[in-house]
């Protein structure tokens, strides 16, 4: 976010100058207004008085900041968002970040301009006091994804409960040699490597580096993965994926080598997509009630916007449950 300062520089003159120009302030020449004026309009710099009078415009539109266009997950918490919003007379703008963290401050221009009343951000890829300029500019709360840092509301679920609950059914059921596959560090990978370490660790169990994975996403990365582990002396009996689509991709691949599952490999995934009922075998899964936390975020961005509610600092906890099936 750009000050007046950002914009002296760019003028070539001073804060005084800037100020007195931004507030009408008489005696200053026309030359120094355009200086001003151009600088401001390439920062895209607008004054906090400017900023309040756009913040009072409303334009019944809601823009969700999403990582992956092409995860299901995202599909059906969308799906949930618009209906929601629509029953309201609002419409939904999807931006899809594809993970960048300079690509999800472009769309926060969005809200900067005054093109959309708020912003919800299923996917997080800045942290907060990046974010937090914006917040003059209209509603930004977290759904799914959240800083611990944020002063606004943040809609999720309890992520180290659902790592520990799918690793716990593992362990439960006599596997001691379970492997783990990680997104990236947003919050909600890390906190389910965090539920996954909690579970090993209090069953005795010293964690294996060898047998967890980073930056781990999709079918492919699934199919990767158990190549990888196939050529292992030592590999896992068992995986925690963290996501119904390495999910998928990891048995696809084990039953093409001849691996049984869950004889040979046992997997749990995580979102309960449709997938998991669509393979042979079935799988195990956490499913997060997608639907129930599109519908709840847009209910609660929708009461803030309209005065029903404080966006403070503020957990609204989701449930969370296992779903056993033969994968396991």
Request: glycine share 6%; proline share 4%.
């Amino acid at each position: 976010m750009y000050t007046i300062k950002d914009v002296a520089q760019k003028a070539g003159l001073s804060q005084a100058t800037v100020s007195r120009v931004i507030n009408h302030h008489p005696y200053v020449s026309e030359e120094k207004k355009q200086a001003v004026q151009k600088a401001m309009e390439e920062l895209g710099y607008v004054p906090n008085s400017s900023a309040q009078r756009l913040r009072n415009i409303k334009t019944k539109k809601i823009a969700v900041l999403i990582s992956r266009i092409v995860n299901p997950f995202f599909s059906q918490l969308v799906d949930a968002m618009e209906q929601k919003a629509a029953r309201h007379g609002y419409q939904l703008i999807l931006c899809n970040t594809r993970i960048s963290p300079d690509k999800e401050l472009e769309y926060f221009q969005l809200l900067q301009s005054k093109q959309v009343d708020g912003i919800i951000l299923a996917a997080a890829e800045n942290k907060w006091e990046a974010i937090a300029p914006y917040t003059k500019y209209g509603t930004v709360i977290y759904c799914n994804e959240y800083d611990p840092d944020a002063t606004v509301t943040r809609v999720r679920l309890d992520q180290i409960e659902g790592g520990y609950i799918g690793t716990k059914h593992l362990l439960d059921k006599g596997h001691r040699k379970i492997g783990y596959c990680q997104g990236n560090d947003s919050s909600v990978s890390v906190n389910r490597r965090k539920g996954y370490l909690k579970a090993v660790t209090e069953a005795g169990i010293e964690p294996n580096p060898a047998w967890m994975f980073k930056d781990v996403f999709t079918v492919e990365n699934g199919r990767e993965i158990f190549r990888h582990i196939a050529t292992m002396d030592d590999p896992p009996t068992a995986f925690f994926t963290g996501s119904d689509e390495v999910a998928a991709g990891m048995i696809k691949e084990a039953q093409l080598n001849g691996w049984c599952v869950p004889d040979d490999l046992a997997v749990v995934g995580f979102d309960d997509q449709p997938i998991a009922t669509l393979m042979d075998p079935q799988f195990t899964t956490i499913n997060q009630f997608t639907s129930d936390i599109g519908e709840k975020a847009m209910e609660v961005m929708l009461d803030i916007i309209e005065g029903k509610r404080e966006n403070k600092a503020e957990d609204i906890l989701l449930p969370l449950k296992l779903i056993e099936r033969q994968s396991t």
